[in-house]
């Protein structure tokens, strides 16, 4: 057992670690594994709680470098991440990490399972996303999401957040399900459709401002159960 987390088996080679309002995701192929993300708390629960539900060699790839996304990677190997968000993460005190570079189109070979690398930028400025051509998923980070995105403070951008819904839109057709690390643990391509209006419409001046839920430098702007926090 590991207080504070609860994981959950959403198909086979997939489960989803929760903790709190976080979550990161371990994809297993068959000669390797993939976790999406490592939580929050800066312990090595992640790592131990993978290691009993794989023995295959595990890589670590990060979504964006927040540090509810980041808090166990100590417990695995030099991270991959995409430069554009290297600044974004040594800004959060990761000074002594090596980081693998990940580029756009790069493809992640599990064994029977591939995932493709996407930049999305907008939340955070080398956010990125993982398509599973082969199962018709993707794994998206902050980028989407039913429940509430950042858009404020340093290296965030509305106007980049929306190209990258845009972005995604467009490659809808390649997958049905949506997994994003807050909010419902699996959402429908629709998803995607719906938050890229809520942000235009936010963009437009078409959405109210009210003062958001905890204490935050910005405004909350609500659309169809969406906070987009601005």
């Given at each position: 057992m590991h207080e504070g987390f609860d994981v959950k088996q959403l198909g086979e080679g997939l489960w989803a670690i929760n903790?709190?309002?976080v979550?990161?995701?371990?994809?297993?192929?068959?000669?390797?594994?993939?976790?999406?993300?490592?939580?929050?708390?800066?312990?090595?629960?992640?790592s131990q709680i993978v290691a009993e539900l794989t023995d295959k060699p595990v890589d670590l790839v990060f979504t964006h470098s927040d540090p509810d996304h980041t808090g166990g990677q100590d417990g695995f190997g030099a991270p991959m991440l995409h430069p554009s968000e290297y600044d974004h993460y040594f800004a959060r005190g990761n000074t002594a990490r090596d980081l693998r570079p990940l580029w756009e189109g790069a493809v992640l070979d599990l064994g029977g399972?591939?995932?493709?690398?996407?930049?999305?930028?907008?939340?955070t400025p080398g956010s990125?996303?993982?398509?599973?051509?082969?199962?018709?998923?993707i794994f998206v980070g902050d980028t989407v999401s039913d429940a509430w995105v950042y858009l404020f403070s340093a290296g965030r951008s509305l106007q980049a957040f929306i190209a990258?819904?845009?972005k995604l839109e467009?490659?809808?057709?390649?997958?049905d399900t949506v997994y994003p690390c807050h909010g419902s643990e699996a959402l429908g391509a629709g998803s995607v459709s719906t938050l890229k209006t809520a942000a235009e419409k936010l963009l437009a001046g078409e959405l109210v401002g009210v003062d958001p839920p905890r204490d935050l430098p910005c405004k909350a702007y609500e659309y169809e159960g969406i906070m987009l926090l601005y």
């Open positions: 903790e709190d309002m979550r990161c995701f371990l994809v297993v192929g068959s000669e390797r594994a993939l976790l999406i993300d490592c939580c929050m708390r800066k312990s090595l629960d992640v399972t591939s995932l493709e690398a996407v930049l999305v930028p907008g939340h990125l996303a993982f398509l599973d051509r082969a199962h018709r998923r990258s819904l845009k467009g490659m809808a057709a390649s997958f």
